[in-house]
């Protein structure tokens, strides 16, 4: 059987090798380019494959699902946690949130529901806030929490994260600790918060991770500040392989490209996939886009099972 740690991360794709306009060619990102050997994925080479330490494979996942227009993170969003395309279901590429009409299938219908169905042991790793747990703000909701909620998984809050036991969206703490100093929330590394969530990871079938400041800062188009966005996640890679279990198998996929392109904004460019572990490459060629991501999920379960 098949465990999964799944990173999700906003607003990342697979871009131009020109580094004046993509701030992953002047990042420094050693984990990621050790797993890749050395190189990284741009539109010229969207797919690397490597073997040393632990098989990695990056790859490109369609984002556009076959409509005009940009693709949005509720529409892609839904799309990837679904197996759905629900840009076509819905009629068109919408985001920042997830559609009304399209609520319901990522509550009920997200991979997170499809593998407690199956028997697995689920985890959300991300905290929210007591507040939110009492009451969720359903008005305007991302993928990852509404497909949380569907699952009954929104069970991280404060006390979690400052017990070890949970990961802030950011990686780091810094919100939490300005926003809620009475709950004493330490300070973390990138890399410590990776390990964290690594340790998360070695108790559950799957584990479901949402970052989502990687699609801010590119909506910004400061290049120090998404070089150093991306350095963040690169370290927060480094704490989750360092205590990730070697039998988990480690993914990491977008909803769709913003980062990548300084000058763009949300672009049609491919999402970032990246798969660490057992039999990587043979498993990352059952994605092409983000409606192929949760299906390969659940047939790596049913499979092994």
């Given at each position: 059987?098949?465990?999964?740690?799944?990173?999700?991360?906003?607003?990342?794709?697979?871009?131009?090798?020109?580094?004046?306009?993509?701030?992953?060619?002047?990042?420094?990102?050693?984990?990621?380019?050790?797993?890749?050997?050395?190189?990284?994925?741009?539109?010229?080479?969207?797919?690397i494959?490597?073997?040393?330490?632990r098989?990695?494979?990056?790859?490109?996942?369609?984002?556009?699902?076959?409509?005009?227009?940009?693709?949005?993170?509720?529409?892609g969003?839904?799309?990837?946690?679904?197996?759905?395309?629900a840009?076509?279901?819905?009629?068109?590429?919408?985001?920042?949130?997830?559609?009304?009409?399209?609520?319901?299938?990522?509550?009920?219908?997200?991979?997170?529901?499809?593998?407690?169905?199956?028997?697995?042991?689920?985890?959300?790793?991300?905290?929210?806030?007591?507040?939110?747990?009492?009451?969720?703000?359903?008005?305007?909701?991302?993928?990852?929490?509404?497909?949380?909620?569907?699952?009954?998984?929104?069970?991280?809050?404060?006390?979690?994260?400052?017990?070890?036991?949970?990961?802030?969206?950011?990686?780091?703490?810094?919100?939490?600790?300005?926003?809620?100093?009475?709950?004493?929330?330490?300070?973390?590394?990138?890399k410590?918060?990776?390990?964290?969530?690594?340790?998360?990871?070695?108790?559950?079938?799957?584990?479901?991770?949402?970052?989502?400041?990687?699609?801010?800062v590119?909506?910004?188009?400061?290049?120090?500040?998404?070089?150093?966005?991306?350095?963040?996640?690169?370290?927060?890679?480094?704490?989750?392989?360092?205590?990730?279990?070697?039998?988990?198998?480690?993914?990491?996929?977008?909803?769709?490209?913003?980062?990548?392109?300084?000058?763009?904004g949300?672009?049609?460019?491919?999402?970032?996939?990246?798969?660490?572990?057992?039999?990587?490459?043979?498993?990352?060629?059952?994605?092409?886009?983000?409606?192929?991501?949760?299906?390969?999920?659940?047939?790596?379960r049913?499979?092994?099972?």
């Open positions: 059987m098949s465990r999964v740690l799944f990173v999700f991360l906003d607003g990342v794709g697979i871009g131009e090798g020109d580094p004046s306009r993509n701030p992953f060619l002047t990042a420094r990102l050693p984990t990621l380019r050790r797993l890749l050997g050395g190189s990284l994925p741009c539109r010229a080479t969207p797919k494959e490597y073997q040393a330490d098989s990695a494979v990056a790859f490109p996942l369609d984002a556009c699902l076959g409509l005009p227009g940009l693709p949005q993170s509720g529409t969003q839904a799309s990837l946690l679904t197996g759905q395309n840009a076509a279901l819905f009629g068109r590429h919408f985001g920042p949130w997830v559609p009304v009409s399209l609520r319901p299938l990522v509550r009920d219908g997200s991979i997170l529901r499809t593998a407690q169905a199956a028997g697995a042991s689920v985890a959300f790793a991300n905290a929210v806030p007591h507040s939110w747990r009492r009451r969720p703000r359903l008005r305007r909701i991302a993928g990852p929490p509404l497909a949380a909620l569907g699952a009954d998984l929104l069970n991280r809050s404060q006390t979690e994260l400052a017990a070890g036991e949970a990961v802030s969206s950011e990686i780091v703490n810094e919100v939490w600790q300005e926003h809620w100093p009475q709950a004493r929330i330490p300070a973390v590394s990138a410590e918060a990776g390990a964290t969530l690594g340790r998360i990871a070695g108790g559950h079938d799957l584990t479901f991770f949402a970052h989502y400041a990687t699609d801010t590119g909506h910004r188009g400061d290049a120090l500040e998404c070089a150093r966005a991306l350095e963040r996640v690169d370290r927060f890679l480094t704490g989750i392989l360092d205590s990730l279990p070697r039998d988990h198998l480690l993914l990491v996929a977008s909803d769709h490209g913003n980062i990548e392109d300084l000058e763009a949300h672009t049609r460019n491919p999402a970032l996939g990246l798969l660490v572990g057992p039999d990587a490459p043979a498993r990352a060629s059952e994605m092409e886009s983000l409606v192929d991501v949760a299906p390969a999920l659940s047939g790596w049913s499979r092994e099972r």
